[in-house]
């Protein structure tokens, strides 16, 4: 996707509800960054945090350069350059099962003013974000949420998980195999370059990652102010195959009182390849005069417990949502992903006022490439006078298919739960016997979908 975020109209019907409030709607330009400054001022308010260091300031209004930055503005406020609602959005590449990336718009900055809240500011904004992504020919829009029971009520649907790992260190005895490269600790600025590539070769091999933006790694790597504690005490160690070519790193930071054994933390593991992803793991888990090793949104699905002699040395705790997904156009979003197996499924998907909305086929070839297309919008035939149903000949195996709302769609998109669970939650139902277990098989997707940091 390549067009200025400008360019995109301000949603009439977003703006019309907004205004209906006495409020009024605006696309923020880049240029203007007094009136950035502010919004980012009521970004961090909404989400209770505390007002921004200057060097964080800075480094959020480059960020937004790149984004498609709205406000709600109150023109009674005594404060009337500060937004009441803010929101970002941007086109950001979602690597879905098979490796493609599928052209998603993300969806950032959801806030309303405590002084402003439930008078429906929220939904006009979701309601402008999915016009918004649709205008940039999104096949879906995608968020981390910071409450479960937000985005569900707009058509998002949990899509891929995420979950704390800690280790106990002391119980650790690795039984994996020696990784053939080795490792070298580096400077994060050594690094900055390297780690660019790195993070794009990682994103591409795990459903459910999103395309960083240029920013993020600054930030990863505590180069935005190198004066910072988190900057000072942030290390990274790299990977480097046989052949001296670097294929991942990792990020952490070891807290310990004075005499007293520490706690290494990590938040950045980038693997490119599975001896990357070993051996970075190995460095970890054996450091020593350290009590715990934790992780935060890692994988449900880490290889490591298989990589240690004691798996109960292994916690896995705040196992959550993490990726919401809201599908906009099926027909992109389905084609762009590998499917588990072969064959053809009807899909009912029910999206009331939505874009989603209809019947597709989806049609699965022997290389695992499915494609989608709308079977609802064929000029319909001239209507038969209904009569007594023929007497059918010969017995034809009906046709698969499953019945689904649009969250439901979004939930089993990239493989991060079974048609089948859904089936037994009453949320999912099949037009023929035997529909749901080839849904499932369709849908498994090699890797599980995984989400490694917020946005
Ligand atoms: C979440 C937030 C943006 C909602 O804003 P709002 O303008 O009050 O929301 P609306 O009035 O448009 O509400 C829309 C619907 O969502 C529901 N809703 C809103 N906030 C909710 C919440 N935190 N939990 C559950 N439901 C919520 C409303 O009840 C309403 O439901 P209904 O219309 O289906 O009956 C606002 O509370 C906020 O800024 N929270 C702090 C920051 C935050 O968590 N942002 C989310 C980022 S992921």
Redesign the pocket.
Known sequence: MSFDLQDIPLDSAASAAIAAQGLEYRLLDPGNRAALAAWIQADVR??HRARPRKSDATHQLQVLTDRRVLGVYDPKAADRETPVATVSGWPAGLTVPGGRSVDAWAVSS???SPTH???????ALMAGSVADARAAGAALAM?T???A??YG?FGYAPAAQAATITIDRPRVRWIGPAAPGRLELVEPAELRNDAAALVRRAVARTPGEIDRWPGLLDRVLGLIDLERDFARATRVVRYDDEDGQPQGFVTYRITRELDEPGILDFDFLVAATDDAERALWRFLVEQDFVTAVRGRLRSIDEPVAWLLEDPRAITVSDVVDHLWVRVLDPVAALSARVYGATGTLTLEIADPDGPADGTFELEVAGNGRGELRRVDDTPSAPMATPTRAAPSTRRSRPSQGIRLGVQELGAIYLGGVRPSVLARAGRLAEVAPGSIALADRMFASERTPHLSIWF
């Open positions: 909404g989400f959801v806030t309303v809240r439930r008078r429906g500011i929220a939904r968020l949420a910071t409450e029971t937000i009520r």
